[in-house]
């Protein structure tokens, strides 16, 4: 007879072993912080003693959920935008409020609320990624829960770090720091590829094989991202990673919606896991990831609930049933990913995906004792039948509810014991959380509601230093014009370019906002070749500056900012009350004319039909050189075949507007 510190006797045992092993009346025996062993009760009851004896009273007894991919500090952005496209809502919405607020406060008690959470619905282990992962790290351990956390790393600045290098730096240390833990697994978190340039894919990788930890990853998550990626490498995103040796290391992949059979494939052959979340990718709609193919090929395929932004809860039941039906209605095939193999990709699988299979997911002898109670017999999940033996999955996954599980062990330590939280104060923790919801609220009414506060809030605006002499002339053709500027001896061409032009102007009910302006340039060639796009963002104020003699006037306010996101991104963040859509030729010169620098914009509109128009313009800085320049402007009017007194004050918005 062996002594162990815990019996656990009289509950149907699910092992999730290679065999899908069960016992009923079953038993586990627990040493420390491990398995010793799992059996039917007389058997366990014959070999083993223990000084404590926990009777099931015919509960389910199986291994504890594995969340595959999530970033637990979010909870405390719950229910802070919905509704929205993902990038809208991670740049828009997400990036600017973590920017602003995320600590390792305000990541230590998120992970805290996530912990007390998940250990209510039955999760024993975590995929994390996020920033400060160290804090997150100590509020996991304090929690008594398992995780493998990564430590995020990005091209831009994030709240942690202020470039690639520092970040790449920190989960270095994190690394170190947590490697031999028991409790967590450190990681390193390139976010995505359209957030690491191959440099940081490449010195990723590489900080995960130098410590054989895993590497976690956003990859192909919508098809918005596989197109960017196709545009831009002409490959679709899992090849892509691929070449910048991501799949050297043990990769947990969130999500691949977006992937072929090639692509899938890849994953198999380089061991990498996959997170599914499905709550996340429908209520994103980001589409439905090939979980059935993957399983069939046997790729390791865990489940995730994704942050508690984009769900918008941790609930491990509810991804299970999501993801056991969203298979069966994508495939039209109800066998698809039935309820056995669903709660196998929650739990044995899943911590195979993570990389963490030798140590949990499954009720075998030498791992963790990682382990939870359900009550499968309340109403909602009754008469309880056992002619069939999947008819007790069927009830875990088609039935069950977070709030059924009663019990949580981890690492052989109670954490929740008959729906008592043991390592965490819940009302606390609660209060905290509120308080945050408060300063957040504020933050997002202000910026809301200016529009440059807005454009600001995405990054990148600066404020135009100088401002421009400007005048404009409608012209009945551009033929004489470009005459002109290639024959007068006093325009001197110093450069000419070619672009065709498209203007998105975005209005707002109330004017003061001014307007936004996303433009569009394809760079034409002699021969008529597009080489090259740009698109800008300008924010245009409303009030005109100086206007000077004959409507020459001082620009107005202009912020601009790289438009590094689609036009679509801008109509949903801004959301205009009107868009105004303007399609033009320019020939535009940079010309020396009488010592003082101009610019000539020769347009001629092909959408709408508001016909050709000549605008001469030239940056200055004082009023005094303004007024110079007004006068030379007039001269060089002349001197182009126009005449000064023809100048119009309006706005090719506003005459779009108007036609
Ligand atoms: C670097 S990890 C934290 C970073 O990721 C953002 N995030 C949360 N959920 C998603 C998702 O589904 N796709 C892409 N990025 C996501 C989160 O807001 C953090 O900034
Ligand atoms: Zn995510």
Redesign the pocket.
């Known amino acids: 007879m062996k002594t162990v510190d815990l019996i656990l006797t009289n509950a149907v045992v699910l092992t999730m072993d290679e065999e899908f092993h069960t016992f009923e009346p079953g038993a586990v025996a627990v040493s420390g912080n491990s398995i010793a062993a799992v059996g039917m009760e007389a058997d366990i009851l014959k070999d083993y003693s223990a000084s404590k004896k926990i009777d099931c009273n015919h509960k389910v007894l199986m291994p504890g959920l594995v969340n595959a991919h999530t ?1 637990v500090p ?1 909870t405390l952005l719950r229910g802070l935008a919905d509704d929205l496209r ?1 990038d809208v809502w ?1 740049m828009g919405y ?2 600017p409020v ?1 920017r602003e607020f995320v600590s390792p406060d305000f990541v230590q008690l998120g992970t805290k609320l996530a912990c007390a959470e998940m250990i209510r619905s039955g999760v024993t282990t975590f995929a994390d ?3 400060f992962e160290d804090d997150i790290a100590r509020a996991t351990q304090s929690a008594g829960m398992r995780a493998v956390c ?1 430590q ?1 790393v ?1 091209k831009f600045p ?1 709240p942690d770090a202020k470039s690639f290098e520092d970040s790449l730096a920190l989960a270095r240390d994190f690394i170190i720091r947590w490697k031999d833990n028991d409790l967590i697994v450190p990681a390193v ?1 390139p ?2 590829p359209y ?1 690491c340039t191959p440099e940081i894919l490449n010195a990723s990788a590489s900080l995960a094989v130098e410590f054989d930890v895993p590497l976690h990853t ?1 990859l192909a ?1 919508t098809a918005g991202e596989v197109e960017n990626m196709r545009n831009e490498h002409g490959i679709p995103v899992i090849p892509y990673m691929k070449k910048q040796n991501l799949f050297e290391a043990k990769v947990i992949a ?2 691949c919606v977006h992937i072929d059979e090639g692509e899938m494939r890849t994953l198999l052959h380089t061991n990498a896991g996959v997170a599914h ?1 499905p709550s ?1 990718n429908m209520k ?1 709609a980001s589409g439905i990831a090939p979980v059935k193919r993957l399983i069939e090929l046997g790729v390791k395929v865990g489940i995730g609930t ?2 508690p ?2 769900n918008n809860d941790l609930d491990m039941f509810e991804e299970m049933r999501l993801a056991s039906f969203l298979a069966k209605v994508s495939s039209g095939d109800p066998t698809a990913l039935p309820a056995r193999t669903t709660l196998l990709m929650a739990t044995r699988l899943g911590a195979e995906a993570l990389h963490i299979g030798n140590i949990t997911g499954s009720l075998e002898p030498g791992k963790r004792a990682d382990m939870i109670l359900v009550d499968v017999s309340p109403t909602h999940n009754s008469p309880r039948f056992k002619r069939d033996p999947h008819n007790v999955y069927a009830q875990i996954i088609y039935a069950a509810k977070a709030n059924d599980v009663t019990d949580v062990i981890i690492n052989g330590q109670w954490v929740m014991q008959n729906r008592v939280l043991t390592t965490l104060n819940e009302a606390d923790l609660l209060t905290a959380g509120n308080e945050y919801a408060r300063k957040i609220d504020s933050f997002l009414i202000q910026r809301e509601q200016s529009v440059l506060s807005k454009l600001i809030a995405i990054g990148g605006a600066t404020e135009e230093e100088s401002f421009e002499v400007q005048a404009k002339i409608a012209i009945p053709s551009v033929d004489p014009i470009l005459t002109a500027i290639k024959t007068n001896p006093e325009i001197k061409v110093v450069r000419t370019r070619h672009y065709h032009q498209f203007d998105t102007y975005m209005k707002f009910d109330d004017p003061s906002q001014g307007y936004v302006r996303y433009r569009e340039d394809h760079s034409i060639t002699d021969t008529g070749e597009i080489t090259g796009v740009r698109s800008r963002l300008t924010l245009v104020g409303q009030t005109r500056e100086h206007p000077f003699r004959e409507d020459v006037l001082l620009s107005r306010s202009r912020f601009l900012a790289p438009a590094t996101q689609s036009l679509r991104f801008y109509k949903e963040y801004f959301k205009p009350q009107k868009t105004v859509e303007i399609e033009k030729n320019r020939m535009r010169y940079l010309v020396n004319f009488k010592d003082t620098e101009f610019f000539i914009n020769v347009d001629n509109f092909t959408e709408p039909n508001l016909g050709s128009f000549l605008e001469v313009k030239s940056r200055t800085w004082s009023k005094q050189d303004a007024e110079k320049k007004a006068h030379l402007a007039e001269d060089l009017i002349k001197a182009l075949g126009a005449s000064p007194s023809d100048v119009i004050a309006s706005d090719y918005i506003e005459m779009a507007s108007k036609s």
């Open positions: 970033h979010m993902l991670l997400m990036m973590e990624m996020y920033y990564g995020s990005m994030t978190a976010h995505a957030t956003h998550e969130a999500h979340n996340s994103l994704d942050g932004a984009s």
